[in-house]
């Protein structure tokens, strides 16, 4: 059975601090899909990356980096000297062959100013 | 644009009604998707379609049904025998390469927030 496991529940840093989220999942699948997600207040949920299980290379995008590795099973997020405006809920998922999308419990970011 | 449109935004249902969910999407995407969220944790699945006419129970089923009569919608309803329903509910949709049902991502709506009163 596929599981998704974010520990932390809620995260506060000051803007400009560097924040790592983390996510480690459990699969059977050698070919699985994972996701991170951002959910602003509004509910609506953001596609930040997805990642499948052959490409384990890093991935940069402006402030946001990503580190997945296979042998710890994790794929966590760091955000780079955080903003007031990167304050939401993060969501980390695993989609298996099959397609379903499993979500861990999410973190809570909050950024103050 | 193309995208996936839940309505209404929010819903009051009285204790004992029926009520049903909208979720239409004009992608041409073939996976369709129900997930319920409540204050504090993640996205749970209730229901999931891959092609028209049919569909599958996801984790959190008893109490809801759905329908895919079109490859566009996919509503949900939200029964009398679910005792807990307010939250909030997410449709999703995705693409599917045929055979080899590739996961090329997800696209979400906006949410429906229900409320018993």
């Known amino acids: 059975a596929q599981k998704v496991t974010q520990a932390q529940t809620e995260i506060s840093v000051v803007e400009k601090e560097d924040v790592t989220l983390d996510c480690v999942y459990e699969?059977?699948?050698?070919?699985?899909?994972l996701f991170w997600y951002k959910q602003p207040p509004s509910g609506e949920l953001v596609f930040l990356i997805r990642?499948?299980?052959?490409?384990?290379q890093n991935e940069i995008s402006g402030r946001y980096s990503w580190n997945f590795q296979k042998s710890t099973s994790s794929f966590n997020f760091t955000i780079t000297a955080s903003q007031v405006v990167d304050s939401a809920v993060y969501f980390c998922a695993l989609s298996e062959y099959g397609n379903k999308l499993v979500f861990g419990a999410g973190t809570i970011l909050r950024v103050k100013s | 644009d193309g995208g996936i449109t839940q309505s209404p935004k929010y819903l009051f249902r009285k204790e004992g009604q029926n009520v049903t969910l909208s979720c239409e999407q004009n992608?041409?995407?073939?996976?369709m998707y129900w997930y319920r969220q409540d204050p504090g944790q993640g996205l749970r699945l209730i229901y999931y379609s891959q092609i028209v006419n049919d569909f599958q129970k996801g984790d959190i089923a008893e109490g809801y049904s759905v329908s895919r009569e079109k490859k566009e919608s996919f509503p949900l309803t939200v029964t009398s025998a679910q005792k807990n329903p307010t939250a909030f509910y997410l449709c999703a949709s995705m693409a599917l390469s045929g055979q080899t049902k590739r996961n090329y991502g997800y696209t979400f709506g906006s949410g429906t927030r229900l409320t018993v009163v």
């Open positions: 699969t059977r699948d050698t070919t699985y899909y």
């Open positions: 990642r499948n299980s052959f490409d384990e």
């Open positions: 992608l041409n995407h073939d996976a």
